[in-house]
């Protein structure tokens, strides 16, 4: 089959917890945010059980195949092996990328969190298939405030990794961290270098705990495919 193309403009990142998902059902929300125009889904579920995992992602598997587009699932490369969808995102504290590539073969996606230049570089090294740089900006979907590195942090990570990222198999890279629909075009701005651009950005709050998801996927489109009207400065 080889390695699926990724369209990775708004990749939405999945949070169960009643705070953000409130008491709605986490496929019907992500089947709304597909249908306004998500390109990527990561399952991310910090406290289920390994079962309850599986269950859930089988699930989310069945919608977003409906819409072809991926589902990785957060840590868990185990999980997205009995499930069979498209990858993984680790994190620096998971499991190794050439363990997790191993075991899910040469097409699986894997993504990696980066917060500094020698992470990515070494993601980069290892053969990840993008970047998750961040955190961009504080956030309470992830209440650690060690790795904000802001819009300057990501432009010295896209900067430093362009050439490794550039080579045959291009490593893509997004954004992640209190990203919303009144930042997103500065941060897609403030990032640029040239063509070294990200490939897109990842939410979860802007979307998830939107009253409307599918309305929230589609404004967020519509401002990532705008180019950007800002004055120099801003
Ligand atoms: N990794 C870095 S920040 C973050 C993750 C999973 C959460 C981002 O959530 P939000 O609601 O988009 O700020
Ligand atoms: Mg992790």
Known sequence: MGKPSVDYSLYLVTDSTPAILGDRDLCDVVEAAVRGGVTCVQFRDKTSSTGDLIATARRLHAVTQQYNVPLLINDRADV?????????????????????????????????????IDEALRACEDGADYLGIGTVYATSTKKDTK??????????????????????????AVCIGGINESNVQRILYQTRLGFNRLDGVAVVSAIVAAENPEAAAQRLCNLIAMPPPFKTGQ
């Open 80 to 116: 997205a092996l009995a499930v069979g969808c498209e990858g993984v995102h680790i994190g620096q504290d998971d499991l190794e990328l050439p363990l997790a590539r191993k075991l899910l073969g040469p097409d699986a996606i894997i993504g990696v969190t980066v917060s500094t």
């Open 147 to 172: 790795n904000i590195i802001g819009t300057a942090g990501v432009r010295r990570i896209l900067e430093a990794t362009h050439a490794i990222r550039s080579k045959s198999d291009k490593v893509r």
